[in-house]
T-cell receptor
């Protein structure tokens, strides 16, 4: 069974509007959750992670994510999208603290001017 | 720039050949991870080394092997290459493990003809 699901292949949003990139997970216990971004011809850049504590996690470039245990979700959000945010976004989970990151299939974010 | 370096950036080779991909982790990081990114399989964890020892194994083929040297750099060896091995291979590093953030290199793009 897939451990991480990103239900949307692509998300389109106008510049200045809020954006949400969805992620749900299906592992038992308390997973570590991560968001990474991949720009064309570049490696993955770390955005933020949830280990424990406050359900709202703030990360790089104005991004934040909300951990919801009851809905097993970890959606990525940003209050005001920029054209430069256009990239491929990956949600990942570290199951059972094994250091083996399991990645979702990725969501392509397109921000239109 | 994550501080993780990978060489070469691009590699073109023929089926049946053997190649070696090299990774230098961030200064101070003891763990090195290898991932494969392909269109059909997505991002998959291959293997992890910690301070020279293999720590975790993922979906790594028997034709593939890796090692971490005393200076902590790592090499991923791919042998008897097949067309399906064409992919982007990422190296990542972290201080230790246990939920520590993994920082990714720019990747090596392998094309098997």
């Amino acid at each position: 069974a897939q451990s991480v699901a990103q239900p949307e292949d692509q998300v389109n949003v106008a510049e200045g509007n809020p954006l949400t990139v969805k992620c749900t997970y299906s592992v038992s216990g308390n997973p570590y959750l991560f968001w990474y971004v991949q720009y064309p011809n570049r490696g993955l850049q770390f955005l933020l992670k949830y280990i424990t504590g406050d359900n709202l996690v703030k990360g790089s470039y104005g991004f934040e994510a909300e951990f919801n245990k009851s809905q097993t979700s970890f959606h990525l959000k940003k209050p005001s999208a920029l054209v430069s945010d256009s990239a491929l976004y990956f949600c990942a989970v570290d199951r059972y603290n094994t250091d083996k990151l399991i990645f979702g299939t990725g969501t392509r974010l397109q921000v239109f001017p | 720039d994550s501080g993780v370096t990978q060489t070469p950036k691009h590699l073109i080779t023929a089926t049946g050949q053997r190649v070696t991909l090299r990774c230098s982790p961030r200064s101070g990081d003891l763990s090195v991870y290898w991932y494969q990114q392909s269109l059909d399989q997505g991002l998959q964890f291959l293997i992890q080394y910690y301070n020279g020892e293999e720590r975790a194994k993922g979906n790594i083929l028997e034709r593939f092997s890796a090692q971490q040297f005393p200076d902590l750099h790592s090499e991923l060896n791919l042998s008897s290459l097949e067309l399906g091995d064409s992919a982007l291979y990422f190296c990542a590093s972290s201080v230790d493990g246990g939920g520590e953030t993994q920082y990714f290199g720019p990747g090596t793009r392998l094309l098997v003809l």
